[in-house]
């Protein structure tokens, strides 16, 4: 078998795309005593492999596996009550703090102010109402504008050049 034909089934086989027929042809290789030296690492692998494709569960030990698994089956551990007791205690705390859970959240929304969403009918009082909002985001912006402006030096860093 040529490099190249080898590397071509290796690469399959590696990758789980070899035919049974190709995989035969890779273990007849490399139990000969015709494998390439660069492939020497390879040799107790593929007989290792050989070796242990035709070791087979004995059927006894299968049979005593599911016979010891329905006695278990069929008899309940003792200790089942304190379990299933144990569950209901952690299910009644689950509900408990739930049920708080919701009651703080429930109290946190009760102190928050409403929102005033009354229609102002009079020009006066709506100018003034205006010029209360446009102030207050003045005040707002001048304060985000005061934040960028300690910023100023890092244009002289460039970083992006």
């Known amino acids: 078998m040529t490099k190249k034909q080898i ?3 290796l690469d399959k086989y590696w990758a789980a795309e070899a035919t049974l027929e190709e995989e ?3 273990f007849a290789y490399f139990s000969s005593d015709e494998v390439l030296a660069e492939y020497q690492n390879l040799v107790p692998l593929f007989k290792t492999l050989d070796t242990k494709k035709n070791v087979r569960m004995n059927p006894s030990y299968n049979q005593s596996f599911w016979t010891q698994k329905a006695q278990l089956v069929a ?3 003792k200790n089942s009550g304190r379990l299933l007791n ?3 205690w ?3 705390a689950s509900f408990l703090l739930l049920v708080g859970f919701a009651a703080w ?3 946190q929304n009760a102190y928050q102010a409403p929102r005033q969403t009354a229609e102002i009918t009079d020009p006066q009082k709506a ?3 205006s010029e209360m909002a446009i102030k207050y985001l003045i005040s707002k912006l001048s304060k985000g504008q005061e934040a960028t402006q300690s910023l100023e030096h890092l244009k002289s860093i460039n970083i992006f050049q």
């Open 75 to 77: 008899k309940p551990p």
């Open 127 to 129: 100018l003034e109402e």
């Open 24 to 26: 035969s042809k890779l």
């Open 7 to 9: 590397n071509d089934l």
């Open 105 to 107: 959240f429930a109290k």
């Open 90 to 92: 952690a299910v009644a």
């Open 86 to 88: 144990l569950q209901k």
